[in-house]
């Protein structure tokens, strides 16, 4: 059936039985014939023949879009494959937030390379944001990410966990004292935020209105600058994942709202189109990781 889906996207794009032939080698009559053996093998018509001309039927217009994603997502099936039979580099390309502390990523990592040592793997990070266009432009394949939006249907949208989110402090601040801490009580302690130029208006938005955050930002480029500025006492550093447990000089106080604890979710994300095998066997890994 998928060589006859060809002819047939062919005689659609082209408009032309003849100019379809032509481009796929055979001749009009043989064409027509794949054309009309799909429709007996579907049990409904694709095409309302006019003479010389042809219409498509509701029921083929349906059928010739979605028919498009069939055949490219099978061509990119086959291209994997072909590479995998060759003993063609398997890789894989995961993007991972920069701000994220817990060890789910790095067990999960590693069980994936102990069981796949041939697949090279690369890894980016980055924040919300950054993750999300990387994604979108085929620069990465999966993500591990926080949820801030609804999710889109062109992606999977695994749920890894929710989580208690938490602040990182130094350990000499009387804030380390408190068993939670509410994100208003932290008015007067500034909060420092990882992110790049681009990402930080996006980020203390996020902070500000979604958290609730009232004091002033600071900014770090990386999770270890900004531990410098907590240990230094320059702020309060909000933890993504993570135990409770924090080595010295720092620590970590959960955050609560309303005398709750205040959940974070965590997802990994790729879209459907993608056939690479090793995305969802990573994100089951990863999901392992988390459940444990």
């Keep these: 059936m998928l060589k006859q889906l060809k002819y047939f996207q062919s005689v659609v794009r082209l408009g032309s039985f003849s100019a379809a032939a032509e481009e796929n080698f055979i001749s009009q009559s043989a064409i027509s014939q794949q054309a009309q053996s799909l429709e007996r093998e579907l049990g409904f018509a694709l095409l309302v023949r006019k003479n010389r001309s042809f219409s498509l039927t509701p029921a083929g217009e349906y059928f010739y879009r979605k028919s498009l994603l ?7 099936m086959c291209a994997e494959a072909a590479k995998i039979a060759k003993g063609e580099a398997a890789n894989l390309k995961i ?17 994936f390379s102990a ?20 994604l979108s432009e085929d620069r990465v394949e999966i993500t591990l990410n926080d949820q801030r939006r609804l999710f889109s249907d062109a992606y999977e949208n695994l749920i890894l966990a929710a ?22 009580e932290l008015k007067n302690f500034p909060c420092i935020l990882i992110a790049p130029p681009p990402e930080r208006e996006a980020e203390q938005e ?6 609730g955050f009232p004091s002033e930002f600071l900014y770090a480029e990386n999770l270890e600058e900004a531990r410098l500025l907590v240990a230094g006492s320059r702020g309060f550093l909000p933890l993504e994942g993570g135990e409770r447990q924090a080595a010295e000089p720092l ?9 709750a604890p205040l959940l974070r979710t965590y997802c990994a994300f790729w879209k459907k189109e993608n056939v690479n095998p090793y995305v969802p066997e990573f994100a089951r890994l990863l999901k392992e990781q988390f459940d444990t």
């Design 206 to 211: 996020f902070s500000r209105i979604v958290l």
């Design 115 to 134: 069981r796949y040592p041939d697949v090279s793997v690369s890894i980016a990070y980055g924040s919300h944001g950054e993750l999300c266009d990387m």
């Design 251 to 259: 620590a970590r106080v959960p955050l609560v709202r309303n005398g």
């Design 70 to 76: 069939l055949t490219a997502d099978c061509d990119r």
């Design 95 to 111: 993007g991972y937030l920069r701000t994220y502390a817990g060890g789910e990523f790095h067990r999960a990592l590693a069980a």
């Design 163 to 184: 989580r208690p989110a938490l602040i990182e402090v130094s350990a000499h601040s009387p804030i380390a004292q408190m068993e939670a801490v509410a994100p208003a």
